[in-house]
């Protein structure tokens, strides 16, 4: 065997959303602040985005994070996401991951029952806390960046489907929420490949009459990915809905996705259809949930803003070294 890399990964699924972690191999650079080291690493290091995560070492349904030392003397541990289409600010699922494989691992000592721990990221510190038992999370709960509404019942025209209404906010990553009924699709596998396609053309018919730009940091502009949802229910056991999410360049989250039901808190609080601490269960369309509820009212400059508190769990699944030998004629990937 040959090989002029090795990356260290450790694998792992956030209720069945893959990310790998990457604790060796690649070298920091140092930075002031996060944004500027994922600016940076865009810079560097996008060869070593498609290497991971583009065929055949990597896939599209997946997401690694780089684990990096903190710009913010209070964290833990920084870590960058990369995505097969783009580097993202954050990510609940894979927040959920990556603090598990820290943990796990020994990487950030575990503490039974409840560990916490701060990690940096381009969006800004995130509070985990994790339920630990036997060496093992049980479950990862953390606090997120500020979540925001730009647009509730914004018009759009969306080609072949006709004016639908949707609603826009920020989570960790930009949204667009629409209903699954307004598409005239179900949020189930059978309609897998037309809620794709139907996400992405919603995507393109929002980007053609607005660019929603974060207030304090405007390079967190444009759509990240698309909320399809069934409607919001209450029953005895409380608020939950079924949604899907697809994430850019156009695939269907597994999980529920934590920055998408960030995004919808947002959205619900917006609307008055839910209070602060009110729990709401986020199912993803292969039925894995996250428990979502407002921890707090903020302000982001002049929007009113909730901090969500989000809760899932996750398992290693593997360990695994990525090569790439001097002959292969994919040393970065392909997409087809
Ligand atoms: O949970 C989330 O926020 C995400 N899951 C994969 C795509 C998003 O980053």
Redesign the pocket.
């Known amino acids: 065997m040959r090989s002029r890399r090795t990356i260290s990964i450790v694998s792992c699924h956030?209720e069945g959303?893959s990310?790998d972690v990457i604790i060796g191999g690649v070298l920091d650079i140092p930075s002031s602040t996060m944004h500027e080291k994922l600016v940076k690493f865009i810079d560097k290091y996008d060869g070593l985005r498609r290497l991971v995560l583009h065929e055949p070492r990597g896939r599209l349904e997946m997401?690694a994070m780089i684990v990096v030392p903190p710009c913010d003397p209070r964290a833990d541990a920084g870590f960058l996401?990369m995505?097969p289409g783009d580097w993202?600010p954050?990510?609940?699922?894979?927040?959920?991951c990556t603090a598990t494989v820290l943990l796990e691992t020994g990487m950030v000592p575990m503490k039974e029952p409840t560990t916490v721990l701060n990690l940096d990221t381009a969006a800004g510190l995130i509070t985990a806390t994790a339920v630990c038992e036997d060496g093992a999370c049980t479950s990862v709960s953390f606090d997120n960046v500020p979540a925001f509404v730009y647009a509730l019942d914004k018009d759009i025209d969306v080609p072949g489907v006709g004016r639908i209404l949707v609603d826009i906010a920020y989570?960790?990553?930009w949204y667009v929420l629409v209903q699954a009924e307004a598409l005239r699709v179900t949020v189930s596998l059978s309609d897998g490949d037309r809620l794709v396609e139907l996400g992405n053309r919603v995507k393109k018919a929002v980007l053609d009459t607005c660019t929603p730009v974060h207030p304090e940091n405007s390079a967190i502009r444009g759509i990240?990915?698309i909320i399809i949802s069934e409607p919001l229910l209450s029953g005895p056991e409380g608020l939950s809905v079924q949604h899907t999410?697809i994430?850019t360049p156009g695939r269907l989250?597994?999980?529920?996705?934590?920055?998408?039901?960030?995004a919808r808190l947002a959205i619900l609080h917006a609307r008055k259809q839910i209070e602060v601490g009110q729990e709401v269960k986020f199912k993803s369309i292969i039925d894995t949930m996250?428990l979502g509820r407002i921890k707090e009212i903020v302000k982001v400059e002049s929007h009113d803003a909730v901090v969500p508190n989000?809760t899932?769990r996750a398992w290693i699944t593997g360990e695994k070294h990525l090569y790439v030998d001097p002959r292969d004629p994919f040393p970065e990937g392909f997409q087809v």
């Open positions: 956030a959303e990310g997401s996401i995505a993202v954050m990510s609940g699922s894979n927040t959920i989570g960790g990553q990240n990915n999410v994430v989250d597994r999980s529920p996705c934590g920055t998408g039901s960030s996250f989000i899932g």
